[in-house]
């Protein structure tokens, strides 16, 4: 069993930066790839970022690419998003997840363990 704990989230202007991070517990860390997702008010979760096991290949949606960057320490079992240039829009809950896939990690449906969320909230 694999437990993912976020970290980071909190109330910021637009422009701002935050960096989140997610601490999961086991020694498979490195066997999963990882991902970030975020669920806006009364919207749909939806995929963010993910990265690959060595964190060699990531991916991004079109929302946020060139603001932010996941990256991970596997030495560390924790996963990061560095959010910059925070838009009204980025508001959301943010949720870890890891998967055992390699491929289609924009599906949440991929991943077998989530965080509890941290909230992002963006003030324009």
């Known amino acids: 069993q694999v437990q993912l704990v976020e970290s980071g989230g909190g109330l910021v202007q637009a422009g701002d930066s935050l960096r989140l991070s997610c ?4 020694r498979t860390f490195n066997t999963y790839s990882l991902g970030w997702f975020r ?8 995929f963010v970022a ?15 690419k060139g603001r932010f960057t996941i990256s991970r320490d596997n030495a560390k079992n924790t996963v990061y998003l560095q959010m910059n240039s925070l838009k009204a829009e980025d508001k959301a809950v943010y949720y870890c997840a890891l998967s055992p896939k ?7 449906g991929g991943y077998d363990y989530w965080g509890q969320g941290t909230q992002v909230t963006v003030s324009s």
């Open 39 to 46: 669920q806006p008010p009364g919207k749909e979760r939806e």
């Open 102 to 108: 390699l491929f289609n990690l924009w599906e949440p």
């Open 50 to 64: 993910s990265i690959s096991r060595s964190g060699g290949s990531s991916r991004y949606v079109d929302s946020v």
């Open 23 to 26: 601490a999961a517990s086991g």
